[in-house]
């Protein structure tokens, strides 16, 4: 189970840094990624970390965002940095196993960026 928060409402060029909290075993096992939902838009990819720490991001977000995991607390944080309204959606936590096909998502995120 995943369990995001930290979202809310910023002006533009302000910061947040969302939190996903993950119940479970073998979170060390799992990758781990950000997306997010604009209304009326697919769910896109923001940023990723694979279990062994490499990160790979959106290139809207590369410089601006940041993906990290704290493994021992069973946390993924994505830090958002100088935010533009462009920012603004429902942002997911997701997780996949290594080797296993099922995905997971959290309850999303709203994060609104005012002009």
């Known amino acids: 189970q995943l369990q995001a928060s930290g979202g809310g409402l910023v002006q533009a060029g302000g910061s947040l840094r969302l939190s996903c909290s993950a119940s479970?075993?073998?979170?060390?096992?799992?990758?781990m990624g950000w997306y997010r939902q604009a209304p009326g838009a697919q769910r896109e990819l923001v940023a990723l970390?694979?279990?062994?720490?490499?990160?790979d991001y959106a290139d809207s977000v590369k410089g601006r965002f940041t993906i990290s995991r704290n493994n021992a607390d069973r946390m993924v944080y994505l830090q958002m940095n100088n935010l533009t309204p462009d920012d603004t959606a429902v942002y997911y936590c997701h997780a996949r196993r290594i080797y296993y096909t099922n995905d997971y998502w959290g309850q999303g995120t709203q994060v609104t960026v005012s002009s």
């Open positions: 479970g075993n073998n979170f060390s096992r799992y990758n």
């Open positions: 970390i694979n279990f062994r720490g490499s990160t």
